[in-house]
Structures are given as structure tokens and as C-alpha cells.
């Protein structure tokens, strides 16, 4: 096979973790004689300081023109004044929009060999295997009118959260597919007691469970799922949510395997063109120091494999790979315990390539 893939490495932490993930890919591409074409731009904070937009036209192309799209991470704290009229994290929603990847696929797995790294008690957190679908380019973030303004001497802003049936529908039944090939259960989760947009999400969200007869379904409002994640999580199987909710609830999980480091994360559409990512973001405070986790990312290429390039034998190979490293008893900073040597981000990705 031969592929393009853009690399969007971005701040902080971003260039040392990609770099581990092409690492991944450049061995994959020569064990099974693929060709992998990697094409270097520039998104978020470090575009915006080098040309006054966090998603230059020619960064936008390349994107749209390559067969995946491969994120590092944007933003951090010099970037990061309330009043700018430029900020990261505008490149990251424009970039979403204009691929049309409006499902956010988020696995939340727990490595037998990282149960005790977890907040939570081993026997909880126990063959966890959650995936969050969240609707990506709709919603509150999206959602107009939008802004800020003085009412009455005083400073407001507003925002909407908007949904249509249309946008609801499509997601929805990304859930439902991945739940036919798991455990079959989905989990929609949204505030229909409090919000009309919630409302018709759940109205449609039984429209489409209705075509799924073979999968069992259930609504959970966000602030009980929000419990529900801490003192049951291995009750879940796919669970689908709206923009802001999915956002916040995946952070939630993704404490439950140890880490953030640890969670990749898909963007799709209609089409094979996806963008990937890990979900940690730019981690400013370690960035530089060659301590960050580039396992997430390093997954996130897996993900990027199996959808938007069809390598499911490749896929399975990273994944396999990063748990042998894991059950070896190797850990970045991020997961290694009182007592335990950490390896540096260079060196667990040179790990995962051995294992390879």
C-alpha cells in the first residue's frame, strides 16, 4: 500500500510524541512493504506565532489532500488569553469541520498490566473496555449565535447548543455499528430533563435504536454518568454522546486506565480520510523534557491503520505490541509507581518497535 499522511505535531508535547509514532509507522511500513509518505505542517500555537493562523490554507490542503491526518497536540498557556481574537484550539475546530469527521472515537481500555496505576480499585476498573462516540462538529462549540457583549453595564457572553436531526442521527448509528461488532450495548447520555436540544437528541437516539433491535440500549443523563463512570465503569460498552458532554466525560474515563497518555482517539466521517490524536493535549509543563507518554499517540496510529488505511493485521500488531512493552514492566513518568524506573519517551517508543 501506498499512503499520505499529513503530521500535524503542534505544541508542547506534540513533535516528541509524533516523532515515537512515525517511529511505529516506519517500522510497520517496512515489515509489511508499504510505502508511508509523510508531509510535516504546521497547526495550533506555533502557526499562529509564525504566520497569524492556527490553520494556514497550505496546512488545510495538505490535510485534504492526504489519506490520513496524524495531530500532535495545540495550544498552551501563551496562547491562551480569554481576549485574543486568534486562538489553537479555532485551527483544531476548522480542521474538524472542513474533513467532515463528525465522530469522535475514543477507546477507554485498561492494560491488565496498568490495573494498579488507575485511581480507582482494581477490582473496579477490571476489564473496563469502554468506547465514547462524541459528536464532533455540532453542538454547544459550534452552536450560533455565539459571542460577547456588555448588558446592562455588565460583561456577558452567550453561547448555543444546537443539534439537528440529521447531525444526531449519523453518530447514533456509528455507536450502533460499533456495538454490533463488541458487546452489544449502547449508552446514549444527554440532559433531556433540563435542555430542548437533549430532547430531541434522545428522540432521535430511539428512532435509531429502534432499527437495532439486536443491540440493547439505555439513556443516562450526564450528571449520573458522570457517577456511574467512577463506581461502576465496566457496565459500559459503547456509550454516545453530544460535543461538550463527550468531551468532558472521555477526560473523566480516561483517568480510569492510569493516565491520559495512555488514550488514542479517532476523528471519522463519511469517508476513509480521518484525523487521529491522542486525547492528552499539549502538556506544556513537561514539554522538552523527553518525559512525556507517547503510547496514546502511538495508538492512535493503530487507529489510524485499521480506518483509514484498512491494516486491521497491522493495527492489531501496534496494539499487540504496546501491551507486551506494558506487561514487560516498562513505564514513562506519567505511570510508573513509588519504586519503579521510568524510561524516557524516546526509549518506549524504541521499545515498541522492538516489540514489533
Not at 463528525?102 to 481500555?109: D, G
Not at 486506565?257 to 495512555?262: D, E, I, R, T
Not at 513537561?286 to 483509514?308: C, E, F, H, V
Amino acid at each position: 500500500m501506498e499512503a499520505k499522511i499529513t503530521l500535524l505535531p503542534g505544541d508542547g508535547i506534540g513533535p516528541e510524541v509524533v516523532n515515537e509514532a512515525v517511529k511505529v509507522l516506519t517500522a510497520v511500513a517496512a515489515q509489511h512493504t508499504h510505502t508511508f509518505t509523510f508531509t510535516e505542517k504546521m497547526a495550533g500555537g506555533i502557526a499562529i506565532d509564525e504566520t497569524g493562523d492556527p490553520l494556514p490554507e497550505d496546512t488545510l490542503g495538505a490535510c485534504l489532500e492526504s489519506d490520513a491526518v496524524l495531530l500532535g497536540a495545540v495550544g498552551g498557556p501563551k496562547w491562551s488569553d480569554p481576549k485574543a481574537a486568534v486562538r489553537p484550539e479555532q485551527g483544531l475546530l476548522k480542521l474538524r469541520k472542513s474533513l467532515g469527521v463528525f465522530a469522535n472515537i475514543r477507546p477507554v481500555k485498561v492494560f491488565a498490566a496498568l490495573a494498579d496505576a488507575s485511581p480507582l480499585r482494581p477490582e473496579r476498573v477490571q476489564n473496563v473496555d469502554i468506547v465514547f462516540v462524541r459528536e464532533l462538529t455540532g453542538g454547544i462549540y459550534f452552536g450560533q449565535p455565539q459571542g460577547r457583549e456588555m448588558v446592562d453595564g455588565l460583561r456577558s457572553g452567550h453561547d448555543t447548543m444546537r443539534y439537528n436531526e440529521m447531525e444526531i442521527k449519523r453518530v447514533v448509528n456509528v455507536a450502533f455499528k460499533l456495538a454490533q461488532g463488541r458487546r452489544g450495548k449502547v449508552t446514549s447520555v444527554d440532559k433531556a430533563n433540563v435542555l430542548a436540544s437533549s430532547r430531541v437528541w434522545r428522540e432521535v437516539a430511539h428512532e435509531v435504536a429502534a432499527e437495532y433491535p439486536d443491540i440493547e440500549y439505555e439513556d443516562v443523563l450526564v450528571d449520573a454518568m458522570a457517577m456511574y463512570l467512577v463506581n461502576r465503569p465496566g457496565d459500559f460498552d459503547v456509550v454516545v454522546t453530544g460535543n461538550m458532554f463527550g468531551d468532558i466525560l472521555s477526560d473523566e474515563a480516561s483517568m480510569i486506565s492510569g493516565s491520559l497518555g495512555m488514550l488514542p482517539s479517532a476523528a471519522l466521517g463519511e469517508g476513509m480520510l480521518g484525523l487521529y490524536e491522542p486525547i492528552h493535549g499539549s502538556a506544556p509543563d513537561i514539554a522538552g523534557k523527553g518525559i512525556a507518554n507517547p503510547l496514546a499517540t502511538i495508538l492512535s496510529t493503530a487507529m489510524l491503520l485499521r480506518s483509514s488505511l484498512g491494516l486491521e493485521e497491522e493495527a492489531s500488531k501496534v496494539e499487540t505490541a504496546v501491551s507486551q512493552v506494558l506487561a514487560a514492566g516498562y513505564r514513562t513518568a506519567d505511570l510508573a509507581r513509588g519504586g519503579e524506573t521510568a524510561v524516557n519517551t524516546q526509549e518506549m517508543g524504541d521499545l515498541v518497535v522492538k516489540a514489533l
